[in-house]
Every structure is written in C-alpha cells, then in structure tokens.
C-alpha cells in the first residue's frame, strides 16, 4: 500500500493544535490536579468552566474544562487556523466534502467552527483566542511539571487509514507511523504534523473514535521527574513512565486527571520541516516504538481513552495488538 501524502497546497492553512474541551464533574479537583500538581496557569474560573494555559502560551486556554454531571467524556479538540479567512475555507471545504459544520459562539475565542473529522473526532477550528500575558520569564510560577505549551493529540482511530487521509488532504504531513509486521505499510499508527515537529494528530489503531491523550512539553527532563514527585507527595498515582518513546524521541511520562482523561508531559521532539523528510516506519512488534527503555506499557494504557458524546466507539478495521506490559512479562518467566 502506498502511504498517505501531505497534499502540499491544502484548501485552508491549519497552523497547530491548540486546545482541548473536557468535562468533568469536580471542577475545583480538576484544578488542584492541573494547577497544584502539574503547575498549569489557571487563567479563569468562571460559568462551570475552567481555562488552563501553559506557561509559555500567549492564548487564554489550551484546556478548557467544563463541569457536567456523568460520565466525562472530552467534547473537542482545537485546531488553529492562520486567519478568519482559511475559517471560511475550511466551512466550504468541508460542506462541499458532505461533512456537516456550524458555526458557533465560545468564550474568549473569535469565529469557531466545528467539524467531525472522518473517523467522527469532533473538531473545534479557530483563528484567534484572546491573547494574555506569557508567564514565559515569569519563572517564580514554574512548578509541578511547569508545563509549557501543548503540543499534540492522539486519537484511538478504529479505521487509521481513513484517518490519516483525512488529515494528509488537509496538508499534514507524515513522520513516523507504525505497520503491522510483515505488511506492505499495513498501517496501525500514523503520526502526522503541520507546525515543523513530529506531530500535532497521532492516529492509532483501537476502538474509536476516543481521545487516548492530550500531550505538553516541559522545559527540562527534571521537570518530569519533579512532577512525579510532587504527584506521589500529594498521592496522585504515575499511569506511565517515565520513559523515553522510540517515536518521536520523546522522554515521557503519564498521568490521568480525576475524571480519568490522560495527559503526557514530555520533551525531547525533533525538527521535521523540510520536504524530503521521509516517513519513519516501524513494525509494530518492535517494543522500542513505544519506549527506548523500560517495561512496555501496560494494556490498560492501550485500551482506556477519554470518549466523544455521541460518537459511540466501534471496533477497529485492522486486527492487531501492541506488545503489553502482562505480555512482555508472561513471555519472561
Ligand atoms: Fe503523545
């Protein structure tokens, strides 16, 4: 099979990703856990919702939490576009394609537009969101983790495939995906990026659609460990790590807010900018995919996510498992 190619004159100009909209139904538990634990910037509290930004950013929000009585579930991810301009044709692009828009109001953001993407990730688009103050230099607020930016998503994707065309048309571009072994680029995970990095949209093979993460890069490696620190001191449990992924070269480590929506602080990403970067492939056997060192995962990693309202998960097209923390060790003894 021929891999997906970034269409490299895509209809409208997708800069990043940008932001996430989560439920929960503690807002103040979310905010020790974002806030005491891992040090983000509490830019708001206000109508049963909390904005959170990292310490570099300049926009209000990059994770917006709203309370909702039963089971949280994350209601979009945010794509910034350049301008107003590329908004309006992304609403034609995407209504001549028959897939549904509207427009929509939200708070401290300019014209919003969303979308479900191909597989049913529902999208949130937007040019701007009200800029404030970088705590960037403000460095008597760096704590916990002292999470800087966000980075990137992954989406459990029950057909990576679909998926990935989706997002290459859009002008994403691929840097590293993982294949079934033996399979001519039969894929289990793409990785797909427009701001210059390894990625912005991770698809991988599993019953979705569902957020399996939402990711923030830290300044230092210590930072990572500070945070498990100061999260086993206020008794909030590791999920992962931490560790260092083969994909990406990211020194990781996982954790699951109270509501059970996971987050992975890292650094370590690489530039991927010029044209003849050729996609990395690897076998999904290959255990160092996922981590250079340490134990693999555990299966509950793989299999737990956050879901969308009204996007019941399917089962995936593609039959294939990732070596598991209880195989890997059931293979040992
Ligand atoms: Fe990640």
Same mark, same amino acid.
């Given at each position: 099979m021929a891999l997906p190619v970034a269409n490299p004159h895509p209809p409208f100009n997708i800069t990043r990703a940008s932001h996430v909209v989560l439920t929960a139904r503690d807002l103040e538990a979310s905010r020790v856990f974002y806030a005491d634990v891992l040090g983000f910037i509490v830019s708001e509290i206000a109508d049963d919702a909390l904005y959170l930004r990292g310490l570099e950013e300049r926009a209000h929000h990059s994770i917006t939490i709203r309370r909702e009585a039963g089971p949280a579930v994350?209601?979009?991810?945010? /794509?910034? =576009?350049?301008?107003?301009?590329? /908004?309006?044709?992304?609403?034609?692009? $995407?209504?001549q394609g028959g897939f549904p828009v509207r427009w929509v109001e939200v708070p401290h953001q300019g014209k919003t537009l969303h979308v479900d993407d191909a597989i049913g990730t529902p999208l949130e688009l937007c040019a701007e969101i009200d800029e404030v103050p970088t705590? /960037?230099?403000? $460095?008597?607020?760096?704590?916990?983790?002292?999470?800087?930016?966000?980075?990137?998503?992954?989406? =459990?994707?029950?057909? =990576? /495939?679909?998926?990935?065309?989706?997002y290459t048309a859009l002008g994403f571009r691929l840097t590293e995906y993982t294949a079934s072994d033996g399979s001519r680029d039969e894929l289990w995970g793409t990785w797909l990026q427009r701001k210059g990095n390894p990625h912005d949209v991770v698809l991988s093979n599993g019953r979705g659609p569902r957020l399996h993460h939402f990711a923030f890069t830290v300044p230092e490696s210590r930072d990572i460990i500070h945070a498990c620190d100061v999260a086993g001191s206020l008794r909030c449990p590791v999920e992962r790590g931490p560790g260092r992924h083969g994909i990406g070269n990211a020194l990781f480590v996982y954790f699951r807010d109270p509501d059970g929506h996971r987050i992975e602080l890292f650094l370590g990403h690489y530039q991927a900018i010029d044209a003849s970067h050729t996609p990395m492939r690897w076998d999904l056997s290959d255990t160092r995919r996922s981590q250079l060192w340490g134990l693999p995962a555990r299966a509950t990693w793989f299999s737990e996510a956050s879901e969308f309202p009204g996007q019941p998960p399917t089962a995936p097209s593609l039959h294939a498992d990732p070596v598991t923390l209880e195989t890997f060790l059931a293979n040992q003894y």
């Amino acid at each position: 099979m021929a891999l997906p190619v970034a269409n490299p004159h895509p209809p409208f100009n997708i800069t990043r990703a940008s932001h996430v909209v989560l439920t929960a139904r503690d807002l103040e538990a979310s905010r020790v856990f974002y806030a005491d634990v891992l040090g983000f910037i509490v830019s708001e509290i206000a109508d049963d919702a909390l904005y959170l930004r990292g310490l570099e950013e300049r926009a209000h929000h990059s994770i917006t939490i709203r309370r909702e009585a039963g089971p949280a579930v994350c209601r979009r991810i945010g /794509l910034r =576009v350049f301008t107003d301009d590329d /908004l309006a044709r992304a609403a034609d692009y $995407f209504q001549q394609g028959g897939f549904p828009v509207r427009w929509v109001e939200v708070p401290h953001q300019g014209k919003t537009l969303h979308v479900d993407d191909a597989i049913g990730t529902p999208l949130e688009l937007c040019a701007e969101i009200d800029e404030v103050p970088t705590k /960037l230099q403000e $460095f008597h607020h760096y704590k916990g983790a002292s999470p800087l930016r966000l980075d990137h998503f992954q989406i =459990v994707a029950q057909d =990576v /495939l679909k998926g990935t065309l989706f997002y290459t048309a859009l002008g994403f571009r691929l840097t590293e995906y993982t294949a079934s072994d033996g399979s001519r680029d039969e894929l289990w995970g793409t990785w797909l990026q427009r701001k210059g990095n390894p990625h912005d949209v991770v698809l991988s093979n599993g019953r979705g659609p569902r957020l399996h993460h939402f990711a923030f890069t830290v300044p230092e490696s210590r930072d990572i460990i500070h945070a498990c620190d100061v999260a086993g001191s206020l008794r909030c449990p590791v999920e992962r790590g931490p560790g260092r992924h083969g994909i990406g070269n990211a020194l990781f480590v996982y954790f699951r807010d109270p509501d059970g929506h996971r987050i992975e602080l890292f650094l370590g990403h690489y530039q991927a900018i010029d044209a003849s970067h050729t996609p990395m492939r690897w076998d999904l056997s290959d255990t160092r995919r996922s981590q250079l060192w340490g134990l693999p995962a555990r299966a509950t990693w793989f299999s737990e996510a956050s879901e969308f309202p009204g996007q019941p998960p399917t089962a995936p097209s593609l039959h294939a498992d990732p070596v598991t923390l209880e195989t890997f060790l059931a293979n040992q003894y």
